[in-house]
Nanobody, 128 residues
Framework: QVHLVESGGGLIQPGGSLRLSCAAS????????IGWFRQAPGKEREGVSC????????SYRDSVKGRFTISRDNTKNTVYLQMDSLKPEDTAVYFC?????????????????????WGQGTQVIVSS
């Protein structure tokens, strides 16, 4: 059974940093691209960043480029989202999701529709 578990959220002051973790389990074959999404109160869920399985190609939404860094450690089955220079508008529930495919992909996608499995989310609040 597939599980995705996020951790690392919390309350942080503007300008601060947080590192979110997404621990994945239950995948026995194929490739697993991982995406991070967020949903702020009253807003739709949006793609933040993603990383491919194997060659670690990444993608970011424009508003987080240069501030967020996604990485993965396949020995721990974990994907990280390092968030620096946080802003109040980064406040949201952050979700990780898995795009499970039988073969390799050349890129990952920030669209939600390709993701098959989702974690329960972790809250990030950026406030002074």
């Amino acid at each position: 059974q597939v599980h995705l578990v996020e951790s690392g959220g919390g309350l942080i002051q503007p300008g601060g940093s947080l590192r979110l973790s997404c621990a994945a389990s239950g995948f026995t074959s194929g490739t697993v691209n991982i995406g991070w999404f967020r949903q702020a109160p009253g807003k739709e869920r949006e793609g933040v960043s993603c990383i491919t399985d194997g060659d670690d190609r990444t993608s970011y939404r424009d508003s987080v480029k240069g501030r967020f860094t996604i990485s993965r450690d396949n020995t721990k089955n974990t994907v990280y989202l390092q968030m620096d220079s946080l802003k109040p508008e980064d406040t949201a529930v952050y979700f990780c999701a898995a795009d499970h495919r039988p073969g390799r992909t050349t890129m990952c996608l920030l669209g939600q529709s390709v993701y098959d499995y989702w974690g329960q989310g972790t809250q990030v609040i950026v406030s002074s």
